[in-house]
C-alpha cells in the first residue's frame, strides 16, 4: 500500500506539490497544449476545497540551472487561475524570501505558484540543501508528477527526505493502472509493443514476457525481429547490435508458452514522405531498395483477433511512422479497435499516447499514462524514486516534518 491525499486532513496546512507544468508554448509563450494542467486540476481542487494552502512546484523546459526568461512559469498563472476559478499568486524564486514571502501570505484554499525548479542546479543533481529549502516552504508534500517519477531530483525524491509524501490523484490512478497491468491483471493480458528501437524497449519486453499471455510487436522494432528470423528486411529500420537479443527473445517466448506475434505483411515505400508510391507485401517479399513503415491490413487482422480476446491490454509505441500518410493506418487501426473492447486497456509512452490523442480516443480507453520515461522504467519493473517516497516510514522524518 501506498499514501495518498486520500489519507489526510489538508486543512490550516501548507502543501507543497509537485506537478508537471511542462507545457509546449509558442514564440509569444502562449500554451499550445494544456494537458499537462488539466490532469493536475483533480488534485489542486482536493486540496484547497479542503483548507489546504497549494504551494505548486514544477518545471518547464531546458533552463539549465539559469533563470531564463521563456521558461518561467509565469506563463502558466493566467490559465491555471481560469481553470481554478481562482487567482493564484507568483513567486519569483522557488526557494528563499521571495517564495517564503508569498507562501507565507496564504490563507486556507489558496495557491500560490513557485518559479521553475530548473532555475537551479541543485534541482535535478537532488541537492539537499536545496530539497531542505523546498521543504521550509510546507508542512506536507504530494507528488502528483508521474512524468518526472523516475528521476531522483530534490523536488521529487530529496524533499520527502524531510516532509511525508501524499500520492495525488493522478499519480495514485498511474500507479494503480500500470501495478494492475503488471502485477494482477484480469487474463488474458495482451501487450502491444511499438515504435523504432528494441533497444529502447529491450527490458520492458524482457519483464512482460515473464507476465502476459500474447506480446503483439509492430513498428520499426520488428524489423530487428524479423531480420535475426533470416528475413531480407530492405531498408527497413534494423539494429544488427540487437540481432542475438531478438533471437533470444523469441525463444524465450517459446519456452514460457507465450505467444509473440511480428508482423506478417508490411507497407514499403522507398522514403519517407507524404504522398509517396507505397506497396503492401508479405514480409518475404520486401525489396532491397524499400523500407517498411507500417504493419499491413494481414496483420492488422491478426493482431485484432488475438486482442479481441483479451481482459487487458497495455499499448506501447506506434505501428509504423504515424506522423507522415499513408504510414499511420495501422497505428490508427490499433487505437480505433482498442475503444471497441471491452477491456482495460492502458496506453503508455509518448508516441503511442500522441498517436491516440490526435486520433481522439484518448477518453475512449481506460488510461492513458503521462508519463514516457517513468512508465517504461514502471513496466521493466524498476522502482521509481519519485514512487518509493509515498511507501516510506514518516515517523523518523527530519525535525520539523509535518509542522
Not at 513567486?91 to 532555475?119: P, W, Y
Not at 520488428?222 to 544488427?240: M, N, V
Request: charged fraction near 25%; aromatic fraction near 4%.
Amino acid at each position: 500500500m501506498f499514501r495518498t491525499i486520500r489519507d489526510i486532513n489538508f486543512a490550516g496546512r501548507k502543501v507543497l506539490i509537485r506537478v508537471d507544468f511542462n507545457v509546449p508554448l509558442d514564440e509569444k509563450l502562449n500554451i499550445t497544449d494544456d494537458t499537462r494542467i488539466r490532469m493536475a486540476i483533480p488534485t489542486l481542487k482536493h486540496i484547497i476545497d479542503n483548507g489546504g494552502r497549494a504551494i505548486i512546484m514544477s518545471h518547464l523546459g531546458r533552463p539549465k540551472g539559469q533563470p531564463v526568461e521563456k521558461y518561467s512559469l509565469k506563463s502558466v498563472v493566467k490559465h491555471l487561475s481560469d481553470l481554478l476559478g481562482k487567482p493564484v499568486a507568483f513567486a519569483e524564486d522557488c526557494i528563499g524570501e521571495k517564495a517564503a514571502a508569498v507562501v507565507n501570505n496564504l490563507k486556507n484554499g489558496d495557491v500560490a505558484l513557485l518559479e521553475n525548479l530548473r532555475f537551479h542546479n541543485e534541482e535535478e543533481k537532488n541537492d539537499p540543501a536545496f530539497a531542505k529549502a523546498l521543504a521550509a516552504l510546507g508542512d506536507i508534500f504530494v507528488s502528483d508528477a508521474f512524468g518526472t517519477a523516475h528521476r531522483a531530483h530534490a523536488s521529487t525524491a530529496g524533499i520527502a527526505d524531510t516532509l511525508p509524501a501524499y500520492a495525488g490523484l493522478l499519480m495514485e490512478k498511474e500507479i494503480n493502472y500500470l501495478g494492475k497491468v503488471t502485477t494482477s491483471p484480469d487474463r488474458p493480458l495482451v501487450a502491444i509493443m511499438g515504435g523504432a528501437k528494441v533497444s529502447d524497449k529491450m527490458l520492458v519486453i524482457e519483464n512482460l514476457l515473464e507476465k502476459v499471455d500474447s506480446l503483439l510487436i509492430g513498428g520499426g522494432m520488428a524489423f530487428t525481429f524479423l531480420k535475426a528470423q533470416g528475413y531480407d528486411i530492405g531498408k527497413s529500420l534494423c539494429e544488427t547490435d540487437k540481432l542475438d537479443l531478438a533471437l533470444k527473445l523469441i525463444e524465450k517466448a517459446k519456452k514460457s508458452g507465450r505467444k509473440l506475434l511480428l508482423p506478417i505483411d508490411v507497407v514499403t515505400a522507398t522514403e519517407i514522405k507524404e504522398g509517396t508510391a507505397t506497396r503492401t507485401l508479405d514480409i518475404s517479399q520486401i525489396p532491397a531498395n524499400e523500407l517498411g513503415l507500417d504493419i499491413g491490413p494481414k496483420t492488422i487482422e491478426a493482431f485484432a483477433a488475438e486482442l479481441k480476446t483479451a481482459k487487458t491490454v497495455l499499448w506501447n509505441g506506434p505501428m509504423g511512422v504515424f506522423e507522415t500518410k499513408p504510414f499511420d493506418v495501422g497505428t490508427r487501426r490499433i487505437a480505433e479497435l482498442l475503444t471497441t473492447l471491452k477491456a482495460t486497456t492502458v496506453v503508455g509512452g509518448g508516441d503511442s499516447v500522441a498517436a491516440i490523442e490526435q486520433m481522439g480516443a484518448a477518453d475512449k480507453v481506460s488510461h492513458v499514462s503521462t508519463g514516457g520515461g517513468a512508465c517504461l522504467e514502471f513496466l521493466e519493473g524498476q522502482t521509481l524514486p519519485g514512487i518509493a517516497i509515498f511507501s516510506r516510514d514518516i515517523n523518523n522524518l527530519a525535525e520539523g516534518a509535518g509542522k
